[in-house]
Protein backbone atom coordinates (compact mmCIF):
# COMPACT_ATOMS: atom_id res chain seq x y z
CA UNK A 1 0.00 0.00 0.00
CA UNK A 2 1.37 3.63 -0.76
CA UNK A 3 2.31 5.98 1.86
CA UNK A 4 -0.57 9.12 1.19
CA UNK A 5 1.62 12.13 1.03
CA UNK A 6 1.25 14.56 3.53
CA UNK A 7 0.06 18.14 2.72
CA UNK A 8 1.22 21.01 3.97
CA UNK A 9 -1.76 21.72 6.45
CA UNK A 10 -0.70 18.26 7.86
CA UNK A 11 2.98 19.52 8.30
CA UNK A 12 1.89 22.72 10.45
CA UNK A 13 -0.25 21.75 13.90
CA UNK A 14 -2.75 24.22 14.04
CA UNK A 15 -2.32 27.20 16.90
CA UNK A 16 -4.41 29.33 18.86
CA UNK A 17 -3.30 31.90 20.54
CA UNK A 18 -5.01 33.80 23.47
CA UNK A 19 -3.93 37.79 23.72
CA UNK A 20 -5.43 39.13 26.84
CA UNK A 21 -3.15 42.51 26.50
CA UNK A 22 -4.19 44.36 29.62
CA UNK A 23 -7.19 42.23 31.13
CA UNK A 24 -7.30 40.19 34.08
CA UNK A 25 -5.74 40.19 37.49
CA UNK A 26 -3.80 37.47 38.79
CA UNK A 27 -6.78 35.77 40.40
CA UNK A 28 -9.11 36.11 37.15
CA UNK A 29 -6.62 35.00 34.78
CA UNK A 30 -6.20 32.15 36.91
CA UNK A 31 -10.20 31.72 36.97
CA UNK A 32 -10.35 32.12 33.02
CA UNK A 33 -7.33 29.89 32.43
CA UNK A 34 -9.41 26.80 34.73
CA UNK A 35 -12.14 27.04 32.41
CA UNK A 36 -10.13 26.78 29.47
CA UNK A 37 -7.88 23.54 30.66
CA UNK A 38 -11.23 21.93 31.60
CA UNK A 39 -12.47 21.89 28.35
CA UNK A 40 -9.20 21.77 26.67
CA UNK A 41 -6.31 20.92 28.96
CA UNK A 42 -5.19 17.93 27.30
CA UNK A 43 -5.94 18.61 24.29
CA UNK A 44 -3.07 17.94 21.82
CA UNK A 45 -4.00 18.09 18.23
CA UNK A 46 -3.48 21.87 17.87
CA UNK A 47 -1.66 23.87 20.30
CA UNK A 48 -3.10 26.36 22.36
CA UNK A 49 -1.39 29.24 24.15
CA UNK A 50 -2.49 31.80 27.00
CA UNK A 51 -1.11 35.59 27.05
CA UNK A 52 -1.67 37.22 30.07
CA UNK A 53 -0.58 40.53 31.37
CA UNK A 54 3.05 39.85 33.60
CA UNK A 55 1.22 40.01 36.51
CA UNK A 56 -0.70 37.11 36.21
CA UNK A 57 1.86 35.22 34.81
CA UNK A 58 2.76 33.14 38.18
CA UNK A 59 -1.31 32.33 38.94
CA UNK A 60 -1.59 31.26 35.59
CA UNK A 61 1.28 29.23 35.78
CA UNK A 62 0.12 27.14 38.18
CA UNK A 63 -3.05 26.30 36.78
CA UNK A 64 -1.38 25.19 33.65
CA UNK A 65 0.41 22.37 35.48
CA UNK A 66 0.82 19.34 33.82
CA UNK A 67 -1.76 20.82 30.82
CA UNK A 68 -1.32 20.67 27.21
CA UNK A 69 -1.83 24.78 27.66
CA UNK A 70 1.20 26.67 26.90
CA UNK A 71 2.25 29.89 28.34
CA UNK A 72 3.02 32.86 26.47
CA UNK A 73 4.01 36.72 27.23
CA UNK A 74 2.75 39.76 25.33
CA UNK A 75 5.91 41.55 24.86
CA UNK A 76 9.70 41.60 26.97
CA UNK A 77 13.00 43.63 26.81
CA UNK A 78 15.95 42.66 24.31
CA UNK A 79 18.27 42.75 26.81
CA UNK A 80 19.67 40.62 29.26
CA UNK A 81 19.26 42.63 32.54
CA UNK A 82 20.22 46.22 33.02
CA UNK A 83 18.81 50.17 33.86
CA UNK A 84 15.39 49.87 31.95
CA UNK A 85 12.69 50.81 34.32
CA UNK A 86 9.46 48.42 33.57
CA UNK A 87 11.23 46.36 31.66
CA UNK A 88 11.22 42.07 32.15
CA UNK A 89 13.77 40.14 30.53
CA UNK A 90 13.56 36.61 28.30
CA UNK A 91 15.68 35.39 31.26
CA UNK A 92 12.57 36.53 33.39
CA UNK A 93 10.07 35.06 31.22
CA UNK A 94 11.30 31.88 31.24
CA UNK A 95 11.81 31.44 35.01
CA UNK A 96 8.27 31.84 34.92
CA UNK A 97 7.67 28.94 32.97
CA UNK A 98 6.51 30.90 29.75
CA UNK A 99 7.56 29.26 26.21
CA UNK A 100 5.83 32.01 23.94
CA UNK A 101 5.92 35.52 23.40
CA UNK A 102 4.25 38.07 21.07
CA UNK A 103 6.27 40.44 20.08
CA UNK A 104 5.77 43.45 17.62
CA UNK A 105 2.20 43.43 18.12
CA UNK A 106 0.76 46.94 16.35
CA UNK A 107 -0.10 48.16 19.53
CA UNK A 108 3.52 47.64 20.38
CA UNK A 109 4.34 49.73 17.55
CA UNK A 110 2.05 52.17 17.66
CA UNK A 111 1.37 53.49 21.14
CA UNK A 112 5.05 52.84 22.36
CA UNK A 113 7.30 53.52 19.11
CA UNK A 114 8.35 50.25 18.30
CA UNK A 115 10.51 49.81 15.53
CA UNK A 116 11.18 46.94 12.89
CA UNK A 117 14.60 46.92 14.28
CA UNK A 118 14.02 46.63 17.75
CA UNK A 119 11.10 43.93 17.01
CA UNK A 120 14.70 42.43 15.36
CA UNK A 121 16.53 42.85 18.29
CA UNK A 122 13.56 41.09 20.32
CA UNK A 123 12.87 38.22 18.21
CA UNK A 124 16.87 36.87 18.58
CA UNK A 125 16.74 37.55 22.07
CA UNK A 126 13.66 35.68 22.47
CA UNK A 127 14.77 32.64 19.79
CA UNK A 128 18.72 32.54 22.13
CA UNK A 129 16.27 32.02 25.78
CA UNK A 130 14.19 29.67 24.01
CA UNK A 131 11.23 31.53 23.64
CA UNK A 132 9.30 30.92 20.40
CA UNK A 133 8.09 34.80 19.03
CA UNK A 134 4.94 35.52 17.68
CA UNK A 135 5.89 37.78 15.76
CA UNK A 136 3.05 40.14 14.35
CA UNK A 137 2.83 41.90 11.03
CA UNK A 138 0.33 44.08 9.33
CA UNK A 139 -1.26 46.93 7.42
CA UNK A 140 -2.93 49.82 8.58
CA UNK A 141 -6.06 51.07 7.18
CA UNK A 142 -4.57 53.65 4.98
CA UNK A 143 -1.75 51.77 3.76
CA UNK A 144 -4.22 48.93 2.74
CA UNK A 145 -6.28 51.60 0.43
CA UNK A 146 -2.67 52.71 -0.79
CA UNK A 147 -2.51 49.12 -2.17
CA UNK A 148 0.87 48.89 0.12
CA UNK A 149 -0.17 46.25 2.20
CA UNK A 150 2.74 43.61 0.31
CA UNK A 151 4.66 46.11 0.82
CA UNK A 152 4.39 46.75 4.49
CA UNK A 153 4.14 43.04 5.51
CA UNK A 154 7.47 42.23 3.10
CA UNK A 155 9.63 45.36 4.84
CA UNK A 156 8.36 44.20 7.84
CA UNK A 157 8.53 40.34 8.43
CA UNK A 158 12.04 40.81 6.72
CA UNK A 159 13.07 43.14 8.73
CA UNK A 160 12.16 41.51 12.26
CA UNK A 161 13.74 37.92 11.02
CA UNK A 162 17.44 39.51 10.12
CA UNK A 163 19.71 37.20 11.50
CA UNK A 164 16.99 34.70 12.35
CA UNK A 165 19.06 31.40 11.64
CA UNK A 166 17.33 28.24 9.18
CA UNK A 167 17.79 26.27 12.26
CA UNK A 168 15.63 28.74 14.32
CA UNK A 169 13.36 29.79 12.01
CA UNK A 170 10.73 27.00 12.93
CA UNK A 171 10.48 28.06 16.50
CA UNK A 172 9.20 31.43 15.06
CA UNK A 173 5.11 32.24 15.01
CA UNK A 174 4.24 34.61 12.35
CA UNK A 175 0.82 36.32 13.19
CA UNK A 176 -0.55 38.43 9.70
CA UNK A 177 -2.22 40.96 11.81
CA UNK A 178 -4.42 43.86 9.66
CA UNK A 179 -4.44 46.77 12.24
CA UNK A 180 -7.84 48.21 10.70
CA UNK A 181 -9.48 44.75 11.47
CA UNK A 182 -7.90 44.17 15.42
CA UNK A 183 -10.72 44.96 18.10
CA UNK A 184 -12.62 46.35 15.08
CA UNK A 185 -15.08 43.77 14.47
CA UNK A 186 -13.88 44.51 10.54
CA UNK A 187 -12.07 40.63 9.95
CA UNK A 188 -10.44 40.35 6.54
CA UNK A 189 -11.90 38.55 4.29
CA UNK A 190 -10.56 34.95 4.29
CA UNK A 191 -9.40 36.13 0.10
CA UNK A 192 -7.80 39.02 1.99
CA UNK A 193 -6.23 36.85 4.80
CA UNK A 194 -5.17 34.10 2.73
CA UNK A 195 -3.61 35.95 -0.21
CA UNK A 196 -1.35 37.81 2.29
CA UNK A 197 -0.40 34.63 4.35
CA UNK A 198 0.87 32.73 1.18
CA UNK A 199 2.68 35.74 0.52
CA UNK A 200 4.40 36.14 3.90
CA UNK A 201 5.53 31.94 2.58
CA UNK A 202 6.85 32.42 -0.21
CA UNK A 203 8.75 35.64 1.46
CA UNK A 204 10.29 32.59 3.87
CA UNK A 205 10.96 30.44 0.84
CA UNK A 206 13.01 33.49 -0.77
CA UNK A 207 14.20 33.62 2.91
CA UNK A 208 14.59 29.74 4.25
CA UNK A 209 13.88 27.46 1.47
CA UNK A 210 10.53 25.94 0.42
CA UNK A 211 11.23 22.90 3.17
CA UNK A 212 11.76 25.09 5.86
CA UNK A 213 8.69 27.78 5.10
CA UNK A 214 6.26 24.78 4.73
CA UNK A 215 6.95 24.30 8.67
CA UNK A 216 6.32 28.00 9.55
CA UNK A 217 3.11 28.57 11.29
CA UNK A 218 1.20 31.47 9.85
CA UNK A 219 -1.56 32.67 12.18
CA UNK A 220 -4.69 35.11 11.17
CA UNK A 221 -5.67 37.70 13.84
CA UNK A 222 -8.26 40.62 13.67
CA UNK A 223 -11.37 40.59 15.11
CA UNK A 224 -11.19 36.27 14.72
CA UNK A 225 -14.47 34.43 16.00
CA UNK A 226 -15.73 31.70 16.79
CA UNK A 227 -18.50 32.71 14.00
CA UNK A 228 -15.84 33.34 11.01
CA UNK A 229 -13.14 31.45 12.25
CA UNK A 230 -13.91 28.02 10.27
CA UNK A 231 -13.63 29.63 7.08
CA UNK A 232 -10.37 31.19 8.03
CA UNK A 233 -9.22 28.26 9.16
CA UNK A 234 -9.61 26.05 6.47
CA UNK A 235 -7.30 28.74 3.61
CA UNK A 236 -4.14 26.41 3.19
CA UNK A 237 -1.77 29.02 4.67
CA UNK A 238 -3.81 29.84 7.82
CA UNK A 239 -2.55 27.80 10.80
CA UNK A 240 -4.10 29.15 13.46
CA UNK A 241 -5.40 32.53 14.97
CA UNK A 242 -4.06 35.33 17.28
CA UNK A 243 -7.25 36.15 19.36
CA UNK A 244 -7.93 39.19 21.25
CA UNK A 245 -11.34 40.29 22.66
CA UNK A 246 -12.44 36.29 21.90
CA UNK A 247 -9.86 35.16 24.62
CA UNK A 248 -11.34 36.81 27.56
CA UNK A 249 -14.14 34.45 27.91
CA UNK A 250 -13.51 30.84 27.61
CA UNK A 251 -16.40 29.73 25.61
CA UNK A 252 -15.53 32.13 23.11
CA UNK A 253 -11.98 30.96 23.08
CA UNK A 254 -12.71 27.40 23.77
CA UNK A 255 -14.84 27.22 20.56
CA UNK A 256 -11.76 28.43 18.39
CA UNK A 257 -9.68 26.08 19.84
CA UNK A 258 -12.48 23.55 19.01
CA UNK A 259 -12.43 25.15 15.66
CA UNK A 260 -9.26 24.74 14.63
CA UNK A 261 -9.19 21.23 15.83
CA UNK A 262 -12.04 20.67 13.33
CA UNK A 263 -9.82 22.20 10.63
CA UNK A 264 -7.11 20.09 11.40
C1 LIG B 1 -4.97 41.23 18.70
O1 LIG B 1 -4.90 42.29 19.29
O2 LIG B 1 -3.96 40.51 18.56
C2 LIG B 1 -6.28 40.83 18.14
C3 LIG B 1 -6.29 39.98 17.16
O3 LIG B 1 -7.38 41.41 18.71
P1 LIG B 1 -8.94 41.13 18.33
O4 LIG B 1 -9.10 39.63 18.21
O5 LIG B 1 -9.70 41.68 19.48
O6 LIG B 1 -9.18 41.82 17.05
Redo the contacts with the bound molecule.
Keep these: MSTPTQSPIQIRRKLIAG?W?MNKTAADGAALTKEIVEQVGRETAVDTVVCPPFTALESVRHVLEGQAVKLGAQNMHAEKNGAFTGEISAEMLRAHYVTHV?LG???RRQYFGETDALVNKKVLAALANELRPIL?VGETLAEREGGKTLEVVKTQTEAALAGVKPEQITSVII?Y?PVW????GKVATTAQAQEVHAFIRSLLTALYGAALAQKVRILY????KPANAPELLAQPDIDG???????LEAKSFVDLVKAAMAAS
Excluded at 241 to 247: P, T, V, Y
Design positions: NKIHSECAEAIGTGGSMGLIGGAS
